[in-house]
T-cell receptor, first 107, second 123 residues
Framework: DIQMTQSPSSLSASVGDRVTITCRAG??????LNWYQQRPGKAPNLLIY???TLQSGVPSRFSGGGSGTLFTLTITSLQPEDFATYYC?????????FGGGTKVDIK | QLQLQESGPGLVKPSETLSLTCTVS??????????WAWIRQSPGKGLEWIGN???????YYNPSLRSRFTMFVDTSKNQFSLKLSSVTATDTAVYYCARLQYTRRVIGGLDIWGQGTMITVSS
């Protein structure tokens, strides 16, 4: 299985801040990396697929980058609705595996 | 707009078999561009991929779950289903169904999710 490691596991930020979350894969996965947002009590929502492609309907303040083993999710100008938990997930190989999550809360 | 809806018993006794169904509405399950997946999330924990199925019936399972899971697809009802045998308390989780992108033989992201159904294993 490909292990996915996210950092940090949690962070506190203010509205308007720029936030970057890192995801590291246990082996090279090219750009087969997806990012999700999950609000409490809700299903995850796909934000970015193929490492850097913004899913339809997702605000442009979200962006993704990276390839191989190191990936980033950046939120420019954090909005109140962005306080949530974020997960990375690799689709390079089965079993599909997720990172442990990064919780973004209000400072 | 395509939507997914899980249905299940809510409460299951240990050692019994859990059956879940995901109904697809607003679109066809018989698409060559998608797989249909099950994912679960234990209380306060992260996400675990269970497996996915193609409309033609081919399946991929998470080998760490020790073959207790079986998936089915019923294209006439636009549904896919999951069975989990010999449940234990560790199977208590929210179970989600989702659509998995599959374009030019490349798997992408899980782009549409059901709302999830909470399954508790308890006597």
């Amino acid at each position: 299985d490909i292990q996915m490691t996210q950092s940090p596991s949690s962070l506190s930020a203010s509205v308007g801040d720029r936030v970057t979350i890192t995801c590291r894969a246990g082996q090279g996965i090219s750009t087969s990396l997806n990012w999700y947002q999950q609000r409490p009590g809700k299903a995850p929502n796909l934000l970015i697929y193929a490492a850097s492609t913004l899913q339809s309907g997702v605000p442009s303040r979200f962006s993704g980058g990276g390839s191989g083993t190191l990936f980033t999710l950046t939120i420019t100008s954090l909005q109140p609705e962005d306080f949530a938990t974020y997960y990375c997930q690799q689709s390079y190989n089965t079993p599909l595996t997720f990172g442990g999550g990064t919780k973004v809360d209000i400072k | 707009q395509l939507q997914l809806q899980e249905s299940g018993p809510g409460l299951v006794k240990p050692s019994e078999t859990l059956s879940l169904t995901c109904t697809v509405s607003g679109g066809s399950i018989s698409s060559t561009s998608y797989y249909w997946a099950w994912i679960r999330q234990s209380p306060g924990k992260g996400l675990e991929w269970i497996g996915n199925i193609y409309y033609g019936g081919s399946t991929y399972y998470n080998p760490s779950l020790r073959s207790r899971f079986t998936m089915f697809v019923d294209t006439s009802k636009n549904q896919f289903s999951l069975k989990l045998s010999s449940v234990t308390a560790t199977d208590t989780a929210v179970y989600y169904c989702a659509r998995l992108q599959y374009t030019r033989r490349v798997i992408g992201g899980l782009d549409i999710w059901g709302q999830g159904t909470m399954i508790t294993v308890s006597s």
